[in-house]
């Protein structure tokens, strides 16, 4: 056979065919650019923010550990080194915890605690949840590390490794003071939320060893990294082989919630998707049409011996030009667009401003990928059309000619209008690609739209905040180690009460009370709340009645808790007759008994309540849910009794006040917050304070809702854009096809006007079906993917975008009434009998 | 009486030297029910004479009058309406719509001017052509010479005082090629309309009444 070796032949075919589709290639770039910009963002925002959240969790955690063992022995460690389960073992040790450390300088409640890590704890766990280490870990005896938010809390800003501090603290039973030297400083994520006031001090290995016989009260704690996706079993079996000693605990903590549910994941897909169908859509259609015009044009190349496979080279070589292009340029913009907006989105988006990652290698790969197979794909089918073409059928082809798949039946005084009818429809494989296509591009629209105007910040703040402003005891918080302190002491309430624009103050106290225990009462309580811990004989509170204690909650009884609990007497709650129990089981405490109880106050040391002073007893009243136990901070075996502030004010004058609920008016809001605000700084007390404000919370949510509109309305914008180029796109062409049809018309006596008259019906005929898919199945779309929006946002409130849906369906009606004017108008711009001979 | 009247007409195109002039000083008249061929070699002007009569274009100089109106004198919307009411044009190479029927293809001008459609008339006129079963056939799927027919019916569909032919058997073979010259002559003997053909065919310019000879934009009689 003859050889058909010829690439430089198809080439060069190929340049002179794409030189003489210049309207097209313009088109057909403009739709990939659009495409790769919408891809390049939807990656560089989604890999950023899944990568910067992980990191944020991870500085949350302050360790990259994820399981611990407390007091191991060096056997254990052992195991632990050579179980293929484990990845790194890290020891710290918190060598002076008990008693407190004090610096000299302080006039602030911090609580120091000095702290060592071992190599592998700082190097593998602790470093790598660290920001902007310097100097060194301390080697030396008198050496110690801090983080920068500690030394800010020295009153140190601008730390110099060298510099000297001095701090007292007991070792043993002396009482020493020590000069150490700072070898270096970190910045870390503000760990005083997660460990009250207490500031870690890192020391050196060298000091704990000197110091061995007198750190008599070192708590030491293996650090642990297990590999991922390690099976619940593998966790038993590893602490099995521990062989754990008495009192030794193995904790593992749970997986940090990924945020890739399943849900997003499906979103993201489903977004992804989107830009590739629209994509594919416009890409396809302009080849197609171009194959169309241009049937003649490869018959003639069959007729002179071209095969199929060259024809289709000459395309595919013309996708490849376009799709180099297109995906440079629009890649290229993806990326400055989201170096611009990424971190705008992600500090708006995450609660610190930590660990923001740029854009990188796999999302370009990703985005040129994507491109590339949308391109590829769309261009394929035209090519392999072309390649099939008979060149006898393509000399007889006729343009409009072979869609026609209607059959339309005969009327006797038939209209313009129904001719259009019978346009648009005939051909039912176009009109499908262009409503959807143009179906598609819309329903992104609104459907962003609809996620960012329901996101309701009121509603946000309304479902987390029954107050304003809310001010938090911070010792009172669950799982302070340290001891509860009255920070709100009487000179702040009284700063508070004296402030303009503040219309209501509540507060809610707190009293440790150790209960009687009486089987009657608690039994079935207790034996719920207790079953599964296997030490613990609920009769054994009756030996041990100091432990079973819990806490005394008094509240103020508001008119909405009135409301909201109406079978419960508050007369008589607020007399002091009756309490509330914070159960969501009202079948294992009984309405009608009665609690006779001590005050008491909390030993840290052996863990047991001290009861003082007269014996009380309430009668249970009704119940509240058990939201009401966070205001306490201990779980305790007992129930929380929750009281009214009178009561309480009345047999403990020294209850701890743990929460201060502020009602603002609402043109103060602003003002307000900064001077409760600036109380709480200049308050001795200011470190024990955790300020919780809803005008900062909704303000907080008013930017990320403006960065998410801004982010989501370019996207949107830009898929809508697909859709109208693509509409537009059709609509000349289809005129441009036409043509022969339009001069035989005016030949035989329809003028300019009725032929415009078609052609505008005919596009408001696709209007009006596209904004009825939009209405159909676009609200449906938009439906599924806020309920699936709404699941991970879960206060967001559903706002159906109906403003945007009429300024689109406004400009395209625009588009749909004057591109047939222009197009037609382009077309008739020769005479009848010029257009006559062109079309033979 | 006379139904077309051609005086002094010309057609000039370009300019200087490069003008060519089409039509040079023709003046004409046909009788109304007249079949008349127009015959001459390529580029003598018999088109150009044709779309003039027919109002696709204008002349240069000179006036063409049809049923006792200036059409020169008409804008291009007066020209159309005037055309669609009064003249039916039959083409060479067709020019069917490809995506409508024949039925479709044939009451556009009725569409265009919101009439009614006589089925009756309809009826008689595809009989006469020989095309009732290819009423809802695409022209894709009919020979050249049902083409013509439904293009002739097209033609007829508004009972046009004149019928203008433009070579409408150059693409036919020689028994179509009859068969539609015959069809001309009958439908314009039938409803006493006036035909006027242009053709190469000396043959098929004899069956007409009188033949009209253009050369070099002049008529030679």
Redesign the interface.
């Known amino acids: 056979m003859y050889q058909n070796s010829n690439l430089k032949f198809v080439w060069q075919l190929s340049k002179r065919n794409y030189s003489s589709n210049k309207e097209r290639n313009i088109v057909s770039i403009l739709a990939i650019i659009l495409t790769s910009f919408m891809l390049m963002t939807i990656f560089t925002v989604g890999f950023s923010y899944i990568k910067s959240y992980d990191l944020q969790q991870l500085q949350l955690l302050g360790t990259t550990g994820n399981a611990t063992l407390d007091n191991p022995s060096d056997k254990q460690i052992a195991i632990l080194e050579n179980n293929n389960k484990v990845k790194n073992v890290g020891i710290r040790e918190d060598v002076i915890q008990a008693g407190k450390v004090e610096y000299s300088g302080d006039n602030t409640r911090l609580y120091y605690a000095l702290r060592y890590y071992d190599d592998i704890e700082w190097n593998k766990h602790r470093k790598p949840a660290l920001d902007n280490i310097v100097g060194k870990y301390p080697r030396d005896e008198n050496e110690i590390m801090m983080s920068s938010w500690v030394l800010k809390k020295m009153g140190v800003t601008n730390p110099q490794i060298g510099e000297k501090y001095e701090f007292s603290y007991n070792l043993g039973t002396e009482q020493k003071v020590k000069e150490f030297v700072l070898s270096g400083y970190f910045d870390e994520y503000d760990n005083s939320i997660k460990d009250g006031s207490v500031a870690y001090v890192l020391v050196s290995k060298k000091f704990v060893e000197d110091n061995k016989e007198l750190l008599t009260q070192t708590i030491r704690i293996a650090d642990i990294s297990l590999v991922e996706n390690i099976k619940n079993i593998e966790i038993e079996n590893l602490e099995d082989s521990l062989n754990l000693q008495e009192k030794q605990v193995f904790s593992v903590n749970p997986e940090l919630q990924s945020q890739m549910t399943v849900e997003v994941v499906i979103m993201v897909c489903f977004i992804i998707l989107c830009i590739v169908a629209c994509g594919y859509l416009l890409i396809y259609n302009i080849f197609n049409i171009s194959i169309t015009n241009n049937i003649h044009y490869y018959g003639q190349l069959k007729v002179i011996g071209i095969t199929k496979n060259q024809i289709k080279g000459i395309l595919l070589w013309q996708g490849i030009k376009l799709a180099i292009y297109g995906v440079l340029i629009g890649s290229l913009l993806g990326y400055l667009f989201s170096s611009f907006m990424v971190p705008i989105f992600l500090n708006s988006m995450l609660e610190k401003k930590t660990g923001i990652v740029a854009c990188n290698m796999w999302v370009v790969i990703g985005t040129v990928v994507f491109t590339g197979i949308t391109v590829f794909i769309a261009i394929l089918k035209p090519a392999v059309i072309a390649g099939k073409i008979s060149p006898i059928e393509a000399i007889r082809y006729e343009k409009n000619a072979a869609n026609r798949t209607r059959k339309v039946k005969r009327r006797k005084r038939p209209t313009i209008f129904q001719m259009a009818i019978d346009n648009v429809l005939g051909d039912k494989k176009r009109c499908f690609l262009v409503l959807l296509s143009m179906t598609l591009g819309i329903t992104a629209c609104i459907t962003i739209g609809a996620l960012v105007t329901s996101m309701n910040t009121d509603n946000y703040v309304k479902s987390n905040m029954d107050s304003d402003i809310e001010l938090k005891n911070k010792t009172t918080a669950l799982g302070y180690d340290n001891e509860v302190a009255q920070v709100f002491d009487v000179e702040f309430i009284n700063s508070l009460k004296n402030m303009e624009d503040i219309r209501e103050i509540s507060m809610i106290k707190q009293q440790l009370v150790v209960p009687m225990y009486e089987e009657e009462v608690f039994g079935r309580y207790v034996d719920t709340m207790l079953s599964g811990e296997e030490d613990i004989d609920p009769t054994y509170f009756k030996s041990y009645p100091n432990l079973f204690y819990s806490q005394m909650i008094g509240i103020e009884v508001t008119e909405s808790l009135k409301n909201e609990y109406k079978d419960v007497d508050w007369n008589a709650f607020e007399d002091g007759q009756i309490c509330l129990i914070p159960c969501s089981k009202p079948e294992l405490i009984n309405k009608g008994d009665t609690i006779t109880f001590q005050l008491g106050s909390y030993e840290n040391s052996t863990g047991k309540a001290i009861m003082t002073g007269n014996k009380y007893s309430i009668t249970i009243g009704g119940y509240l849910p058990e939201s009401y136990n966070n205001y306490g901070s201990a779980r305790t075996a007992a129930p929380y009794v929750v009281v009214s502030q009178k009561y309480i004010n009345s047999i403990a004058k020294d209850a701890i006040i743990s929460n201060i609920m502020i009602k603002v008016n609402k043109q103060a809001e602003k003002a307000v917050n900064e001077s409760v605000n600036k109380l709480v700084v200049n308050s001795r007390f200011s470190d024990g304070i955790v300020v919780v404000s809803a005008f900062e919370k909704i303000e907080g949510l008013k930017q990320t809702k403006i960065t998410l509109f801004g982010m989501g309305g370019s996207l949107a914008v830009v898929l809508a854009l697909i859709g109208i180029i693509n509409f537009i796109n059709v609509i000349n062409t289809s005129i441009i096809e036409r043509s022969r049809d339009f001069v035989i018309m005016e030949s035989i006596g329809l003028t300019k006007e009725q032929i415009m008259r078609l052609v505008t019906y005919e596009s408001l005929i696709y209007f009006a079906l596209t904004m009825l898919f939009v209405l159909t199945v676009g609200n449906g779309i938009l439906l599924f993917v806020y309920n699936t929006f709404s699941s991970i946002v879960t206060y967001a409130e559903f706002s159906y975008p109906i403003l945007l849906l009429l300024g689109i369906g406004f400009l395209l009606f625009l588009i749909c009434y004057f591109v047939p004017k222009i197009a037609i108008g382009k077309n008739f711009s020769s005479t009848i009998v010029e257009r006559l001979k062109t079309n033979e | 009486m006379d139904i077309v009247t051609v005086r002094n007409l010309y057609k000039k195109y370009g300019s200087k030297e490069n003008q060519v002039i089409a039509l040079n000083n023709i003046t004409l008249s046909i009788q109304e029910g007249e079949f008349v061929a127009i015959i001459g070699f390529s580029g003598s002007g018999k088109t150009t004479l044709l ?1 003039m009569i027919g109002g ?2 204008k002349p240069s100089d000179g006036e063409v009058i049809i049923a006792g109106k200036k059409i020169n004198q008409f804008n ?2 007066e020209r ?2 005037f ?3 009064n003249i ?2 039959v ?1 060479q ?1 067709y ?5 409508l ?1 024949a ?2 293809n044939i ?11 006589n ?1 009756k008339y309809l009826n008689d006129i595809v009989e006469i052509l020989g095309i009732k079963n290819k009423l ?1 056939s ?3 799927n009919m020979s050249g010479g049902q083409q013509q027919r439904v293009a002739i019916a ?2 007829l569909i ?1 009972k046009p005082a004149i019928i203008l032919a433009d070579e409408p058997t150059g693409n036919l073979d020689s028994k179509a090629s009859l068969e539609v010259i015959n069809l001309l002559r009958g439908t314009c003997k039938k409803y006493n309309q006036t035909v006027i053909m242009i053709t190469h065919n000396d043959n098929l310019a004899q069956l007409a009444d009188r033949i009209v000879r253009i050369e070099d934009g002049i008529v030679r009689c």
Do not use: M
Not at chain 2, 95 to 99: A, G, K, W, Y
């Open positions: 779309n696709l274009d291009e919307d159309t309406l055309r669609r009411r039916g044009f083409f190479s020019n069917l719509i490809s995506n029927t039925y479709e009451i556009l001008p009725l569409q265009a001017d919101g009439e009614n459609v089925e809802d695409l022209p894709r097209r033609a508004t």
